[in-house]
């Protein structure tokens, strides 16, 4: 956790009185900063799968990110947030392993450019669209993540084209009369940066074999997967360093093309984790044999990491009394929500096993912080076991704008009327 995510308790507490728990909070300034640590590279594309409030797309669109969609859905939220489509713009791509009769529809409709992760997808746009731009994302037969459900290369994903199948995607390209626009490559989410090298020089391989058989590109893609530090101590990735080893991957395939490519990148998780934080209230406290619970009123329905990862997030306490957290005891707590699952459970490791965390003594009534939820927070939120999505907040300095209202039972209902 960067000490730079952590509103002033004041602040959180006054957000927390006024909106309601559980309540997600963002911070604009914050989002910018890591915009701006990225302004090297050509283009930054927001894959908005991490985060995809409109009102976080509109700021990234203010800034000059363009963005990615893996939805229909994600498509008609960008337009929705101003961005555009149509004719040679790239404002939106769409990168998918498939295409779905009414996504297939839509990206014709607004000319939406389609990063293909299978050749399937090449033949159905084909005929469907003649010269529509395309970009093609290369499983390069090895990938990482932080986890194995975020790892996107090698033979157990199921995303890409995989890399001895480029020449065929090639060729359907050239018979479908599709326009090629550039190699894409994204292993994982939360990569560890030795295999950086790795992933460029299979780029720079795969631009040999395009340009072998006869194709040329524009960009080339370094995907997302840019890490944070969750825990503390954890490194801060060096963005100059991750921008020297692309811009030298792209200078190698320049000589191989034989002119300028563009050099995009595409992160969800680095440009928005940190501006984001969950605030709970702590409901019920209670003693189970050895383990002390902390029961609190966001589960699994909002935060799915835990669950889903075993994934770590930072807490911080704030008592009810407006008193420093430090002041009280420390106490092994297991975290956990309202959900009826035992899996409910903020402090666990891969697996479920619980994981009690020293924290400050919980009293109920205090205000528990999620931190670095602003990726993969509220997008992975569920209705499960009822409850309503709850509401977003975006604050800018001095301003704070309700950016989701909550939902309501009766609009969860609304559509089984
Ligand atoms: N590009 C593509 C094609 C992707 O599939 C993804 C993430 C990204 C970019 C952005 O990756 P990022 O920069 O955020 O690591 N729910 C998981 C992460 C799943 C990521 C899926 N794809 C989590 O909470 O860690």
Redesign the pocket.
Known sequence: MSASTVLPPVRLRQLAQSFGTPLWVYDAALIRARIQALRAFDTIRF?Q??CSNTHILRLMREQGVKV?AVSRGEILRALAAGYTAGGDGDEIVF?ADLLDRETLATVVQQRVPVNAGSIDMLHQLGAASQGHPVWL?INPGFGHG?SNK?N?GGEHSKHGIWHSDLPAALAVIAQQGLKLVGLHM?IG??VDYGHLSQVCGAMVELVRQAKAAGHDLQAISA????SIPYRSGEPVIDTAHYFGLWDAARKEAETIVGHALGLEI?????LVAEAGQLISEVRACKDAGRNHFVLVDAGFSELM?PAM?G?YHAMSLLPQDGSDASARPSRASVVAGPLCESGDVFTQGDGGVVLPRELPEARVGDLLLIHDTG??GAS?SSNYNSRPLAAEVLVDGEQQRLIRRRQTVEELLALEA
Do not use: I, V, W
Not at 223 to 226: A, D, E, F, H
């Open positions: 894959a799968k991490a990615d990168t994302r932080h975020t996107t994204h989410s939360g995907g997302g997967g840019l595409e992160p969800g998780r680095y990491r990862y994934s990726a993969y992975m």
